[in-house]
């Protein structure tokens, strides 16, 4: 697991431009925070460092108290390891979330637009970027959760993304016909193309087949 960010990260981190998550520090700071995965350097001149989906949920998580605490700092300790946001595939006995969840799951798929935005020659946010074709379990997954979709979890059906053996592609799986077309429409929306395939040696079962839309 990697490393929790330290206290003088997490403060690069809470004092990134609110929209854009630009980013201010010492070039060993914004290093470190790349590695961390909560930061990346912009390709193109001047080369300033932005916040990552993960780097944005970290901040948003600092300034929103969870349900009846009183408001925190962002810079008051560092974060426990796990607290760094991680996208649901499903099919795990994580509990169902609540609102915090929600707040989280907002922040995150903001924060991907943003990196869209600022990654993409043409400043588009309608299709994936290459971050999202690195990481594509957690690309997808975020997608469905930021559309409303709900994973599988211990206390009930939904969504399940899997690894797909075709190149540059995942595999999601439903509880029931409708939860699959909800999931490829929440895709689609996303930028993603999507394809609905059976499973002959699995009682004819559905799933669907989905990669980030290219130009």
Request: glycine share 12%; net charge positive; charged share 25%.
């Amino acid at each position: 697991m990697a490393r929790p960010p330290t206290a003088a990260q997490r403060r690069v981190v809470a004092a990134a431009e609110p929209v854009t998550g630009r980013l201010r520090g010492t070039p060993v700071q914004l290093a470190a925070l790349g590695r961390l995965g909560l930061a990346f350097r912009h390709p193109r001149p001047p080369h300033d460092w932005f916040l990552t989906p993960a780097g944005h949920r970290l901040r948003s998580e600092a300034d929103a108290p969870e349900d009846g605490e009183r408001p925190r700092t962002a810079v008051a300790e560092p974060a426990p390891a796990g607290r760094v946001f991680a996208a649901r595939l499903g099919g795990d006995a994580a509990e169902r979330g609540g609102p915090r969840r929600a707040r989280e799951v907002a922040s995150a798929w903001t924060g991907l637009l943003e990196l869209r935005r600022m990654t993409r020659t043409d400043a588009a946010t309608d299709r994936p970027c290459g971050w999202e074709r690195t990481h594509l379990l957690a690309a997808a997954a975020l997608a469905l959760e930021a559309a409303g979709c709900v994973p599988e979890t211990g206390e009930g059906p939904g969504y399940r993304v899997v690894e797909s053996a075709q190149p540059e592609a995942v595999g999601v799986y439903a509880a029931d016909a409708a939860g699959l077309r909800a999931c490829a429409d929440a895709l689609g929306r996303a930028g993603w193309q999507v394809g609905e395939h059976t499973e002959p040696r699995v009682g004819g079962r559905r799933h669907l087949l989905a990669s980030p839309r290219r130009d």
